[in-house]
Structures are given as structure tokens and as C-alpha cells.
């Protein structure tokens, strides 16, 4: 009956931790302009200051503005719009990517 008891104890921390650690990492499971823009850049080769010059290029923009955007984009990780474009119209390969090349299931370890 005890050792019953300890399986039934055991299956129940199991499944709790588990769904407390799906919750604290279901964050990194969501993917938005900014992990888009860094894996794009990582698949493509470049460095992420090439792809804002590379969108800044097809809307005619200068150095100027987009250093200036890249350097508000390092501060305060908003993309704008003509990059968040850009990405758009670049589908990204889901399974090249820095995560999946480092973490073989896709998101890190469990701290």
C-alpha cells in the first residue's frame, strides 16, 4: 500500500513540475520580430545590422537613418516597421535557426 502511495506521489510531482516549467518557458516558445530578425540574420549569414540596411535599401532610406534606427532598435528592442516589413516578405526556415543548431529540442535546458 506504501509503495503505492509513493508511485501515485511521485506521478503527481512529476506533473507538476512539468507544468511549471512548460509555463515558465512557454515564453520562449513564442517567436516575435525580434527572435524572427535574429534567426533570419543567423540563416542568411549576416549580421542583424545587415538586415536593416538591406530593408533600408528597398525604401530608398539613408545610412544616417538607419544607423539610427539600428542604434534605437539595440536600446530598446523595437523593430520598425519598414525592417518588421522586410520580415515579412523573408520566410524563415524554421530548422535552421541558432536555437535548434545549439538546443536539440529547440528551447534551452531547464534551468
Not at 501515485?8 to 520580430?33: H, I, M, T, W
Not at 543567423?42 to 540596411?53: E, I, N, Q, Y
Not at 535599401?57 to 523595437?78: A, C, E, G, I, P
Amino acid at each position: 500500500m506504501t509503495s503505492a502511495l509513493m508511485l501515485f506521489g511521485l506521478a503527481l510531482a512529476y506533473a507538476l513540475l512539468k507544468v511549471f516549467l512548460e509555463k515558465r518557458l512557454s515564453p520562449l516558445d513564442d517567436v516575435g520580430d525580434e527572435r524572427h530578425l535574429a534567426d533570419l540574420a543567423f540563416a542568411c549569414g549576416c549580421s542583424v545590422f545587415d538586415l536593416f540596411r538591406s530593408a533600408g535599401d528597398r525604401w530608398n532610406f539613408s545610412d544616417k537613418k538607419v544607423n539610427s534606427d539600428f542604434q534605437n532598435y539595440l536600446r530598446t528592442d523595437q523593430v520598425p516597421p519598414y525592417v518588421r516589413q522586410f520580415l515579412h516578405h523573408h520566410p524563415l526556415n524554421r530548422n535552421r535557426t541558432y536555437q535548434r543548431l545549439v538546443y536539440n529540442g529547440g528551447r534551452p535546458p531547464y534551468l
